[in-house]
């Protein structure tokens, strides 16, 4: 647990789970994902994630479901998971739209960074983003992860990851030295 300027930081529990549930779903979807710059709405349809998920990412040892608080609410998230290799994958980012440009996502961003050196000992972090998304992708190489070159597909098959709007929907790999 730490405290950044208005932001509270802790792990989630179980019972945070519906509350992280609507955070994520409003940040990457839907028309209130568009007050933000984040969203993928234009990208997909459907859910980003589920409470199933979720739950399971809060069980997993090897996981860090880590949550930002403000003045008691959720209003941000970041799942960290151990890879081999002495890395972490950083994923599900999530800053609530109305309060997205105003300094927390990078907080965040630090926050989960700081959690993977101190509690899977990571030297490297690992995240996907989709490659429409160029914005977003300048705004993480900024903050130190670089392309490797690598892609992912979206996997369609899994509606749990949501509807795809458009053909091609890919993931860019990007990488940052802890």
Do not use: N
Request: glycine fraction near 8%; charge should be negative; proline fraction near 4%.
């Amino acid at each position: 647990m730490r405290v950044t300027d208005e932001l509270f930081f802790r792990a989630a529990v179980p019972a945070d789970v519906p509350e992280i549930f609507a955070l994520v779903e409003r940040c990457y979807r839907g028309d209130e994902s568009r007050k933000g710059w984040t969203t993928e709405a234009d990208l997909l349809d459907g859910q980003r994630t589920d409470p199933q998920e979720l739950t399971e990412l809060i069980a997993d040892e090897d996981s860090r479901l880590l949550l930002g608080l403000r003045e008691g609410r959720i209003v941000a998230t970041v799942a960290v998971t151990r890879e081999e290799g002495g890395g972490a994958y950083v994923g599900m980012v999530a800053v609530s739209p109305e309060l997205q440009a105003a300094g927390l996502g990078r907080r965040l961003l630090q926050e989960a960074e700081q959690l993977a050196r101190t509690v899977f000992g990571a030297r490297h972090a690992r995240m996907t983003v989709f490659t429409q998304r160029t914005e977003l992708l300048r705004w993480y190489e900024r903050r130190g992860y670089l392309p490797t070159g690598e892609h992912e597909p979206f996997p369609e098959e899994r509606l749990r990851f949501g509807l795809p709007r458009c053909e091609g929907l890919r993931f860019a790999v990007l990488s940052k030295a802890l």
